[in-house]
């Protein structure tokens, strides 16, 4: 059987809208670098692609096949209540009345540095909307899906096609860091290629 990502993705980018960020600007600038080390050296997500961006895990799937369960990293009870709101905010134009938010992370890119192309291969990223909402950033910091090149703004969540090929180039002396989630509507039909497959 075919194995086809949600047709409700977008083909390369979606304006998703302004989110306020002030307030988890404030805190991600206030991460002491040994939290950074911690929570990098322990990311579930060691995809050769990523190259040298760091991580902070908030929420991740339980298995790389199935996005329908997902668990919580050690530091989303105190970033909730900062998160939350911004994820809120930048899904609201999806109108689902029931969604959740299976992946949710902090992105830290280095200056000069690269995220190589590639598409998300796991079948837990062919279902949900893949959404990034800058944090710090830019006019160099280039982000690429398929043959379409965009700075993503700061506070402007933008919907990426995760299945196209994709790919950042920060060719700046700054660092970029980007929260990065994922979102699916509860109420759509599951595809059929997993029907009868149990939750992970």
Same mark, same amino acid.
């Given at each position: 059987m075919q194995i086809e990502p949600n047709p409700r993705k977008t083909a390369t980018f979606r304006d998703l809208g302004r989110v306020d960020v002030s307030a988890l600007q404030t805190a991600v600038a206030q991460i002491p670098e040994s939290v950074w080390d911690a929570e990098n050296a322990a990311k579930p997500n060691r995809f050769g692609a990523l190259d040298a961006t760091r991580h902070i895990i908030f929420r991740f799937v339980s298995s790389l096949s199935d996005w329908r369960?997902? !668990?919580?990293? @050690?530091?989303?009870?105190?970033?909730?209540?900062?998160?939350? +709101? $911004?994820?809120?905010?930048? %899904?609201?134009a !999806?109108? !689902? @009345?029931?969604g959740a938010y299976p992946r949710a992370? &902090? @992105?830290r890119m280095p200056a000069q540095g690269v995220i190589h192309p590639h598409r998300d291969a796991n079948l837990a990223a062919k279902w949900p909307h893949k959404i990034h909402v800058p944090l710090f950033t830019n006019?160099?910091?280039i982000f690429y899906v398929e043959n379409e090149?965009?700075? &993503?703004? $700061?506070?402007?969540? $933008?919907?990426v096609n995760n299945m196209g090929v994709h790919a950042v180039?920060?060719?700046s002396d700054a660092e970029?860091?980007? &929260?990065?989630?994922? !979102?699916?509507? &509860?109420?759509?039909?599951?595809?059929?290629w997993l029907a009868? %497959? +149990?939750i992970a």
């Open positions: 369960n997902s !668990y919580d990293g @050690a530091m989303w009870p105190h970033w909730r209540a900062l998160v939350e +709101p $911004v994820l809120e905010q930048a %899904t609201r !999806y109108g !689902y @009345a029931r992370m &902090l @992105a006019e160099d910091v090149a965009r700075h &993503l703004r $700061v506070g402007e969540a $933008v919907e180039r920060n060719n970029r860091i980007h &929260l990065i989630f994922e !979102y699916y509507d &509860l109420d759509q039909p599951e595809p059929s009868g %497959t +149990p």
